[in-house]
């Protein structure tokens, strides 16, 4: 979607704001005198000037979320590190704040959720994620290792030491499924080795 509305716009995804600004000015000034005209010409320009808002303000509010905060951390980073540092009410706080809700954000809040040992929501969240972005092996990772405990709790019907203040890596519930991991997990079901603690692997 973000590729379509910079094209909607007619610029690069690296066009300056200002570059971003001006090209949306003189494409509205366009639509707006085409659409007084009669038969396709004048309906054409009526949907590309609904369109041409709606890339607009989704170009504006995508860019707004990414700008780097004093410390250098993006805005995802920056949920990503109070997940790392236990404190879920202040991640989930600023992830409901995003306007822009894309793949990356439904893979923090699946994070969040299983630090609640919410582990259907979780999924849910991991599904919608990959189905967004679904060449992305860190989702994938994430999601054999929870199906992994989501299995293990069904056969056994109790549930591993689940310590929803346990810390993750960088990359929470993401990282390489090897295969010290996989016997690691099967055996154990832990939530440190879910978390990528366990061997240490990326």
Request: charged share 25%.
């Amino acid at each position: 979607m973000s590729k379509e509305n910079y094209q909607i716009l007619q610029v690069g995804e690296d066009a300056t704001d200002e570059e971003i600004e001006a090209s949306y000015a003189a494409l509205k000034a366009k639509y707006n005198e085409e659409r007084w005209e009669s038969g396709e010409v004048g309906n054409n320009a009526a949907r590309m000037l609904d369109r041409l808002e709606a890339a607009y303000n989704e170009i504006k509010s995508e860019r707004k979320e990414k700008k780097q905060n004093t410390s250098g951390a993006t805005a995802f980073e920056e949920v990503a590190d109070l997940i790392r540092k236990g404190d879920i009410a202040a991640a989930q706080s600023k992830l409901d704040a995003f306007n822009e809700r894309n793949a990356e954000w439904h893979y923090l809040q699946s994070v969040i959720f299983y630090k609640k040992n919410w582990m259907n929501e979780s999924k849910k969240q991991l599904e919608i994620a990959m189905q967004m972005d679904p060449v992305n092996s860190k989702y994938q990772d994430a999601y054999k290792k929870l199906n992994a405990r989501v299995n293990y709790e069904q056969q056994t019907g109790g549930a591993p030491n689940t310590n929803p203040n346990v810390g993750s890596d960088s990359e929470q519930m993401g990282g390489n499924w090897c295969a010290t991991c996989a016997n690691c997990c099967y055996t154990y079901l832990c939530v440190n080795c879910l978390f990528n603690l366990c061997c240490g692997c990326r």
